[in-house]
């Protein structure tokens, strides 16, 4: 959650989400009366203009989380983190090598971190809100979560044997899915009323859906256990 544009704030409660990512670096955090991020046990740090006046007196906090005029991504897998480092076009424009939310939300260009099996776990890719296009296939992924990726229009995951879901529900825009040779028993893209290109081949599909998706130009759904195609 994106509120540095947001000037005007006097009372920030975002108590009780899901929130990894949250910037509060709008210029005037001494107008902010009442602060509470609580219940967002996966936020380790808040963006904020002046930590020292915010761990003061914003104490709302979850244990554990801590503020920053800059914070870094949090990317669990040592892989995926060098291949964001190293990534071209650069992400790492300080070159600290650390992705800062900053760093990542700016990112615009397509984003290639497949082809390497040493890539486990992709979290972390939640920063990257602006993306249009990823490419994470030929990895070993256990599990992936695109949801808060709402700009992408094109997913590569292939040949990630091992993931037995991919919730593509929030990808409004997405135009390309490549969801071949997963772990998938189902694929909702009841919500991409854009889809052109669908890929859900070698898996465990037993049922898909297309009636949402008018722009459908290619379907690939072999290798499954379908019993119906609506």
């Keep these: 959650l994106d509120l540095s544009a947001n ?10 989400n899901r929130l990894t990512i949250l910037k509060v670096d709008n210029g005037i955090n001494t107008s902010v009366t009442y602060f509470n991020a609580t219940g967002n046990p996966d936020l380790s740090c808040i963006t904020v203009d002046d930590p020292t006046y915010s761990t003061s007196n ?3 906090i979850p244990a554990g989380t801590g503020y920053s005029t800059d914070c870094a991504v949090d990317i669990p897998n040592a892989t995926f ?7 071209t076009p650069d992400i790492d424009l300080n070159d600290d090598g650390e992705i800062q939310i900053s760093e990542a939300l700016a990112f615009t260009d397509d984003l290639s971190v497949g082809n390497n099996t040493a890539i486990t776990d992709i979290t972390g890719i939640e920063a990257f809100q602006h993306i249009t296009y990823l490419f994470a296939g030929n990895n070993d992924l256990q599990s992936v979560d695109i949801t808060q990726n709402t700009k992408l ?3 590569r995951l292939f040949n990630n044997y091992d993931i037995p879901e991919v919730n593509a529900t929030t990808l409004h825009d997405l135009v390309i899915a490549y969801f071949s040779n997963l772990s998938l028993t189902e694929i909702d893209v009841t919500n ?3 889809l052109q290109k669908l890929y859900v081949g070698v898996n ?7 009636t ?5 130009e290619f379907l690939s759904a072999g290798d499954n256990k379908i019993k119906t195609i609506d």
């Design 81 to 87: 983190k060098t291949a964001l480092t190293s990534h």
């Design 7 to 16: 000037t005007s704030l006097t009372s920030i409660n975002v108590a009780d």
């Design 204 to 210: 465990d599909i037993a049922e898909l859906d297309v």
């Design 153 to 155: 229009q094109e997913v």
């Design 192 to 194: 991409n009323p854009k």
């Design 58 to 60: 914003w104490l709302g």
């Design 212 to 216: 949402n998706n008018p722009n459908l």
